[in-house]
């Protein structure tokens, strides 16, 4: 019972990383078609801009995470203005947007690279405080972890739900060409799902240097799982995206209770692999959606 | 008619690709208040012509007006603002959304009348109030067609573009379209409609058009249309002039 509490906890942590990163792609997808594998790269950016403001510069980790989220979120829009917009408009198909993302990918990454180095670098935060909770331990930057993606992720439903701005996101991800002839200024949307986008990437950058240590691959690392976890939840769901990513760290974690922890990633896809097989659409999918 | 029409479309060319023409050259016209109806076989160019309209297909050649205004080539939100709304032949309602969802995406310019909107609709189609909080891929078709033209109708238009709003309907679905058509012209609003159920259509028309191959075959007074005897042979499925 204790282990399983225990590897509950750091399952949590572990999949609140993977769902704000898998919320971010999951948008960007059903909304522009674009899988775009330049999301990892993005989240390591993140991680590297609240790098330089927290320790290059000295501000607090706090204002060095508002930072990366904002940076990134430029990122995202910047890339869309030259980028995804002009490509979309002469006609690029999902296979063509795809392939393009692949190169940004390489192209940050290298740039990462070139800027800092290859070697790992750390967040100025204490990473060897833990509280005792009697049954289980739960370290300070757990606690950061999941609670700061509870707050977010919380925020991102009830905003995807409830407000305008999230409904015409989803009218656009079920059909682009209708929410522009209902009136809705696609522009509009478009520009916020990349701040959205973009800046949750931004933030699962910083989480996931938090976490551990930050290195050039550390975001496209992450992408398989975050990958893993916009399918489990069933593609272009975003809501399925945060379930998708949560479920994942708790199955990769619960199963080192059994399996040696080296293989916790395999364990990840082998549960996606069965999960595909049996409900194709992912957890929350819908048997009707299709394309 | 003394009046400006409401709706000039003049010599319209152009398609989806550069290199294909697919209206070559036609026209409408729709006068305040009227039902104007156009028909014509499969491929025509009917819906390319009602998109074109709606800014889109790209034009290469012609002219839209709206109350006056040129609004050839503009982006939809801007001809919505305007206060035309169209409804798509297929896929016209967002199927994960909610009924009412799908009305509040339909008010994109108006947010201000938004909730006296709804109430106006969900009067003129109870049935949609009783399943607002349930997705819209729940409908059947006629609700489906219903939900379509509701969220048309949210901005308050004065101009309502309709792509075979009865196409693959059951028949008594296909009545209550019709009826709903009369309901709303009747409150106003100006129709232009594409229709397969070329008869009952016409026999609502104000104006009819017959196009074919990108282009105005004939025109006239829908009642006029129905009593050639050329349409009635070649568009009509034949047999004697008139009506049923
Ligand atoms: N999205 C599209 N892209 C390219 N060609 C199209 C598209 N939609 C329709 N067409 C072509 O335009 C022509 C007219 O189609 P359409 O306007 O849909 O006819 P109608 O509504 O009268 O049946 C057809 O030859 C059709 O193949
Ligand atoms: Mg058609």
Known sequence: METFLQTTINGLASGSIYALGAIGLSLVYAILKLVNFAHGDFMTLGGYVAFVVNVSLGAPLVVAAAAAVAAIAVVGLITEAVIWRPMRNRGAGVMQLLLLSIGLAFVIRNLILFGWGGQEKRLDIDNTRTFDLGIVRISLIQVIVISIAAVVLVAVGVMLRSTYVGKSMRALSDSFDLAEVSGIDTRRVVTYTWVLGGGLAGLAGVLAGIFTTLRPDTGFLLLLGIFAAVILGGIGNPFGALVGGIALGLVQEWSTNWITPTYKEAIGFVVLILVLLFRPNGVLGHATRTG | ?244
């Open chain 2, 1 to 244: 008619m003394t009046d400006a029409p409401v709706l000039v479309a003049e010599d319209l060319v152009g398609g989806y690709v550069a290199e294909v023409d697919i209206l070559r050259g036609c026209a409408l016209t729709a006068g305040e208040g009227e039902i104007v109806v156009v028909i014509g076989p499969n491929g025509a160019g009917k819906s390319t012509l009602v998109k074109a309209i709606f800014g889109l297909v790209p034009l290469r050649q012609g002219t839209v007006t709206l109350h006056g205004t040129d609004v050839t080539g503009q982006r939809p939100n801007r001809i919505s603002a305007l206060g035309m709304s169209y409804v798509p032949q297929v896929n016209n309602v967002f199927p994960s959304l909610t009924i009412q969802e799908n009305l509040e995406m339909g008010a994109a310019n108006s947010r201000a009348t938004m909730d006296e909107r709804m109430d106006a609709m969900y009067a003129l189609f109870p049935r949609l109030r009783e399943r607002r909080r349930n997705r819209a891929e729940g409908l059947s078709g006629g609700e489906r067609q219903m939900l379509a033209v509701a969220r048309a109708l949210m901005p308050e238009p004065s101009v309502l573009l309709l792509d075979e709003p009865s196409a693959g309907l059951a028949p008594k679905a296909v009545g209550e379209v019709f009826e709903t058509v009369q309901q709303v012209n009747a409150s106003g609003v100006t129709i232009v409609m594409i229709e397969q159920n070329a008869r009952a259509a016409l026999a609502l028309a104000d104006r009819g058009y017959v196009l074919e191959g990108g282009q105005n075959r004939f025109t006239g007074k829908g009642a006029d249309l129905l009593d050639d005897p050329q349409v009635a042979e070649l568009y009509l499925g034949g047999g004697a002039a008139g009506r049923e």
